[in-house]
């Protein structure tokens, strides 16, 4: 075939803020939300859709916001019933949907709800970056197979958040995995947490992404910074939480810097 050369032109950047990014959180289950964790005021706090609806919102609604996240993997079976629990999501007061599949896009219109990129969508390139915009994202969640630097030199057109704190997901399966104690081990003993999310399994990576001892993320455009909490307890989320607000040293024991300084090639 004939080979076409296309124009890309750049998006325009939104204006970079002067502060520091703002804290999300990230959570697995409805019982790791907390009293201590709304006092933290945290700008979102996200959660699968079916544990967000497990919860009444009301006594937190006047401290942070929260966003409904679908699955990343569904099945046209599943639409009905994820249709009719987006439609209850305004009325429980919650204030976003969290986009990780384009294909959700078609189910989030129309709600009232700001559209939030979530790590399903690997934004990887300022195109991408584009494109979300135009579908009506409010934000957009980078990929953590980002360098620091080429996460800095996106043309960022919308706000965009990145972990920068929790296991980071290594593998998604079909079917689920009855794992011993909830983990697999490998062959250097290492532990990887097998998570039930969305009728499916996720295995996480068994060391926890932590930069909170670097400041070399803090002035690279970023509008959000996620703290993702799968294996925490509700104390553990409240307590990290607090302290990457304080800049204190929350270090785990096993912590990797995961791809912010080598990136994929």
């Given amino acids: 075939p004939v080979r076409r050369s296309l124009s890309a032109p750049l998006p325009e950047p939104v204006a970079e803020t002067a502060d520091a990014p703002r804290f999300t959180v990230s959570l697995l289950r409805a019982a790791q939300m907390s009293d201590a964790l709304a006092e933290a005021r945290p700008a979102m706090v996200s959660l699968p859709i079916d544990e967000l609806l ?7 609604l006047d401290k942070t916001q ?16 994820l249709r009719a629990a987006l439609a209850a999501l305004p009325a429980r007061g919650v204030n976003a949907v969290g986009i990780a599949n384009l294909g959700h896009l078609a189910l989030a219109r129309g709600l009232g709800l700001a559209l939030r990129g979530e790590q399903g969508l690997n934004v990887y390139n300022s195109a991408a970056l584009r494109f979300l915009a135009s579908q009506g994202l409010s934000c957009a969640m980078l990929s953590f197979e980002l360098r620091r630097e080429q996460v800095r030199d996106l043309r960022k057109c919308i706000p965009c958040e990145l972990t920068v ?15 011993p104690d909830g983990v697999l081990v490998d062959r250097r003993s290492e532990r990887f947490p097998v998570l039930t999310v969305g009728g499916r399994s996720e295995i996480e990576n068994a060391k926890v992404l932590y930069l909170a ?11 959000y910074a996620r703290l993702r909490f799968t294996t925490e307890t509700a104390e553990d989320c409240a307590a990290i939480l607090h302290a990457h607000q304080r800049g204190e040293d929350c270090a785990p024991a096993a912590l990797t810097r995961g791809l912010f300084y080598r990136g994929v090639e």
């Fill in 66 to 81: 929260f966003c409904a996240v679908l699955p990343r993997i569904y099945r046209t079976a599943d639409e009905p019933r």
């Fill in 165 to 179: 704190y929790g296991r980071l997901p290594l593998m998604l399966t079909e079917n689920r995995i009855d794992a």
């Fill in 213 to 223: 001892d670097r400041d070399d993320w803090r002035d690279i455009g970023l509008h």
């Fill in 54 to 60: 497990a919860l009444d919102l009301a006594p937190w």
